[in-house]
């Protein structure tokens, strides 16, 4: 019986909500963990090593990549980011189920290595709802917003690599589809196939 | 759009407890509809016309088939059991979903006309548990629970044609597994790839 936990990759624009779908998934399912990724950008206001990152330099990094740690990296805005294997698959064998909010880049990695990950891709409700979103935030120069903005708009139109959209006009409702995606995997047959083996199990 | 409703079948083995979580379902989730089957059985103790089954003769049912009135039937323990095409296509052209809780033989049908239609198997915790079931159900002749018995470890064994199997430990549970299941289903890729095309939704 495989009792490996789900490797779930959650993609998104800046400004759809992936940070607070994940974080309110994880108050309420304890078995979720988010993996937390590994940056070369420098911390915003209120972001804390360990927590929101992991804050290293570049030639760690570096360092990193050509020793193979990372699961995926990506380098965006000419800052590196990535997912370190080895907290990752720890977790997996403990069978706790590991969110990786990470960019399509990366999840186009993630599902070379991992055909049996789940790929869920966050829409905000509408653009002019993203442009007011990535606005609001209000921590990045005119340009960079532009830049994001138009970021948005490519990775919607790459988003059919993904196995699930989920549009988030409600953080709550969100979050309930999240979890039934999750819960619905578990349930596929794929994952299953033991339970309808008679000799072995009854 | 596509604002269509999601066809989902539902088959497992005789008292794996098929009925007791459809109707718990149905309960909660005013969306969703059962199909009822017409049948030439004759009516339980307890079971209504046009409530359990349509309850009809053979002539009829043959009619019937040979008129294309049928999504699918099947001829079990020699008497018919079908699923009438007509109340199904319009409820799930109104949006609601319809479960159809029919045998494998009824599924393989429906999955060549339907291949976007959601398959599920319900499994009893353990093969003793079932036998139990089906022994304490005590409307059959010992020689048809002997049947069935067997029909459900034949049935069990080709449940590899299904997207999802649910077991049913705990009723409350299974209902949740196969709601999380529908929500799930209806955040699939395949049934959303109008929110992608950005010209047409922004």
Chains 1, 2 share one sequence.
Not at 66 to 85: D, M, S
Not at 142 to 167: C, L, N, P, Q, T
Request: proline share 3%.
């Amino acid at each position: 019986m495989n009792n490996e936990g789900l490797l779930i990759v959650i993609s998104g624009p800046s400004g759809a909500g992936k940070g607070t779908i994940c974080n309110n998934l994880v108050k309420k399912n304890k078995n979720i963990e988010i993996s937390i990724s590994a940056t070369t950008r420098p911390p915003r206001r209120g972001e804390e090593d360990g927590k929101s990152y992991y804050f290293i330099g570049e030639k760690e990094f570096i360092d990193k990549i050509e020793q193979n740690e990372f699961l995926e990296w990506a380098r965006v805005y000419g800052n590196y980011y990535g997912t370190l294997k080895k907290p990752v698959l720890e977790k997996l064998k403990e069978g706790k189920d590991v969110i990786l909010e990470i960019d399509i880049q990366g999840a186009v990695q993630i599902k070379n290595k991992f055909p049996d990950g789940v790929f869920v891709f966050i829409l905000p409700p509408s653009i002019e709802e993203l442009k007011k979103r990535i606005e609001t935030r209000a921590t990045e120069t005119k340009k960079e917003m532009i830049e994001r903005i138009s970021a948005a708009y490519d990775e919607i139109k790459k988003a059919f690599h993904y196995d699930y959209i989920v549009v988030n006009n409600c953080v709550e409702k969100a979050t309930s589809k999240l979890q039934a995606i999750i819960t619905a995997e578990k349930c596929k047959l794929s994952r299953n196939k033991h339970l309808l083996n008679i000799g072995g199990r009854f």
